[in-house]
């Protein structure tokens, strides 16, 4: 099946190793809301980002930002990125905004408490005061979509075939082999984090994607969903997502129809070649400064909520880092050198493998979840408003932003002093 086909196009793009990933500019949460203490309390609380819990910056006053204004965004990647044949990384950017005045279960927001929002229809319509108690970037109804969606068996899952979500049977987007268990991080979909670019309609829209390969910015732009269409399955009697997720399949039941999501309609993400960044060093860039990319916001005509000064945004960024151990077998996607549907015998790595070298047997310390591996950091919400009707449109207009945190690197660590 063509899903199926595109599914292991991304995965082999996405097999990693260990290593963390924080958003400096602008601030990268790392889960955190209102902490006071070194620590984020919570790392279910909005987002999966499997970082160190001192990283991520605490909950301040929103930015806000001009329309059509420059935004550096800055941050650290652990174990590296760029032209390094110990590695294949590419770095994901995206965002999502909506009108501050949405109802409560599309409402972008920061929350007032540290606990994750609960799996029901209570969850994002309890308050706290004049403020929502939760926070909440994706929809509620996108967590339930994902719950309902079939995932993708095409993908790359190692050895684990026999764990959580991924035995025999069905089971749904919420299991991959990096969450193999299917736990909760807020409203987010594990398989939409783990993979790109997601098959199933997304409420992200994609800024850029800085690759190891420029070879495959072709197949970035087009099939991302700012430009081109997306489907799923819909139940037309209960209102909702239904599991399949292809055409055939879903059209083979009375009452499901193949339905069409529309593209954002938005120009195609940037895609060039991913910075260079040491191993380790807090993943500095060579030179005197963080990586970086220059993101000019998007227009009132880009976001519709821009036009009445009314947008509420958030912006994420993935870390998706593949060990060159694999090989160009294991990290090339057109090379398809293992039927992922019966990967268990044919899989590349095993959880603590053993292997002899000149008779002598050892076992080496794998965890299969951390080939294929994804971390991520996003901001907290900032707003974006129309410029000064005095500013030509055609006029540039830099944000000069302060990074870094209060008190010595011991507490700031791995976050910048």
């Known amino acids: 099946m063509r899903v199926f086909t595109l599914a292991l196009a991304l995965a082999a793009c996405l097999a990693l190793v260990a290593g963390d990933c924080y958003m400096h500019n602008p601030r990268g949460s790392n889960d955190r809301c209102r902490e006071t203490n070194t620590n984020r309390n919570n790392a279910n609380r909005l987002f999966n980002s499997q970082n160190n819990a001192k990283g991520g910056y605490c909950w301040g006053p929103a930015l806000t930002y001009y329309s059509g204004s420059r935004l550096s965004i800055e941050w650290t990647a652990q174990h590296g990125c760029g032209a390094n044949p110990r590695m294949y990384c590419n770095m994901v950017i995206q965002y999502m905004c909506e009108d501050k005045d949405a109802d409560a279960f599309h409402k972008v927001r920061d929350g007032t408490t540290t606990d994750t929002i609960p799996d029901d229809s209570n969850g994002p319509t309890a308050m706290d005061g004049n403020d929502y108690e939760f926070g909440m970037h994706e929809p509620?109804?996108?967590?339930?979509?994902?719950?309902?969606?079939?995932?993708?068996?095409?993908?790359?899952?190692?050895?684990?075939?026999?764990?959580?979500?991924?035995?025999?049977?069905?089971?749904?987007?919420?299991?991959?082999?990096?969450?193999?268990?299917?736990?909760?991080?807020?409203?987010?979909?594990?398989?939409?984090?783990?993979?790109?670019?997601?098959?199933?309609?997304?409420?992200?829209?994609?800024?850029?994607?800085?690759?190891?390969?420029?070879?495959?910015?072709?197949?970035?732009?087009?099939?991302?969903?700012?430009?081109?269409?997306?489907?799923?399955?819909?139940?037309?009697?209960?209102?909702?997502?239904?599991?399949?997720?292809?055409?055939?399949?879903?059209?083979?039941?009375?009452?499901?129809?193949?339905?069409?999501?529309?593209?954002?309609?938005?120009?195609?993400?940037?895609?060039?070649?991913?910075?260079?960044?040491?191993?380790?060093?807090?993943?500095?860039?060579?030179?005197?400064?963080?990586?970086?990319?220059?993101?000019?916001?998007?227009?009132?005509?880009?976001?519709?909520?821009i036009k009445g000064d009314n947008c509420d945004c958030v912006l994420r960024i993935r870390y998706n880092i593949s060990t060159g151990d694999l090989g160009g077998n294991g990290n090339r996607p057109d090379k398809k050198f293992i039927d992922w549907k019966s990967n268990a015998a044919k899989s590349p790595v095993y959880q603590d493998d053993i292997v002899k070298v000149e008779g002598l047997s050892f076992l080496l310390a794998v965890d299969t979840t951390q080939y294929g591996r994804t971390f991520q950091d996003r901001s907290h919400v900032f707003h974006i408003q129309n410029r000064p009707k005095d500013v030509p449109k055609d006029s540039r207009i830099f944000n000069l932003n302060v990074r870094g945190k209060r008190v010595n690197i011991v507490q700031t660590y791995p976050s910048t002093e």
Do not use: M
């Not at 035995?167 to 993979?195: I, K, L, V």
């Not at 409420?203 to 197949?219: E, N, Q």
């Open 140 to 305: 509620y109804e996108w967590y339930q979509a994902c719950k309902s969606r079939n995932r993708n068996k095409g993908l790359f899952i190692a050895d684990r075939e026999e764990e959580g979500g991924l035995n025999d049977g069905r089971s749904d987007s919420r299991f991959t082999r990096q969450n193999n268990n299917g736990n909760r991080h807020g409203y987010e979909c594990p398989e939409e984090r783990d993979y790109y670019p997601y098959w199933a309609p997304s409420p992200w829209r994609d800024v850029a994607i800085l690759t190891y390969d420029k070879d495959w910015c072709g197949f970035y732009k087009s099939e991302s969903q700012n430009k081109k269409d997306r489907h799923q399955c819909w139940d037309t009697a209960n209102n909702e997502v239904a599991p399949p997720i292809t055409k055939g399949e879903c059209e083979a039941t009375p009452g499901w129809k193949w339905k069409k999501v529309d593209a954002w309609g938005i120009p195609a993400p940037a895609c060039e070649q991913a910075p260079i960044s040491r191993e380790n060093h807090l993943g500095h860039g060579y030179g005197v400064h963080n990586n970086f990319f220059n993101w000019t916001l998007p227009s009132d005509s880009e976001e519709s909520c």
